[in-house]
């Protein structure tokens, strides 16, 4: 079974210009972590280097590392950068998602 995790071009074109910022690091780290009122939240970190259960997506240049257990709750998530208004962020559609909590802070699958 194939899985995957992808980047649009906005938000590939928004971790290229952290990383320039940051002046080092790989790619960007997508996981999960246990917390929020639905069970699960989204963890984003730039990696500066791999670990030895990472896998790697690479998109418009820039690498998303996801390790082996957050990769079973984010097989198919779409990465994104909007902004909407005075407010910009990463989104995340993540096709397991069963329920979110009001504040979209947490979610479980």
Do not use: W
């Not at 917390?35 to 990472?54: H, K, P, Q, T």
């Amino acid at each position: 079974m194939i899985m995957s995790v992808t980047l649009t071009e906005s938000a590939a074109d928004r971790v290229r210009t952290f990383l320039a910022k940051r002046g080092k690091g790989i790619g960007l780290r997508l996981g999960i972590k246990t917390s929020g009122c639905s069970g699960l939240s989204y963890m984003l970190e730039f990696v500066d280097a791999l670990n030895a259960d990472d896998h790697v997506f690479e998109q418009y240049g820039v690498k998303v590392i996801v390790d082996t257990k957050s990769l079973v709750y984010l097989d198919g998530t779409q990465l994104d950068f909007a902004k909407e208004g005075l407010n910009e962020g990463f989104k995340f559609t993540n096709p397991n998602v069963k329920d979110e909590c009001g504040c979209g802070e947490s979610f479980n699958v």
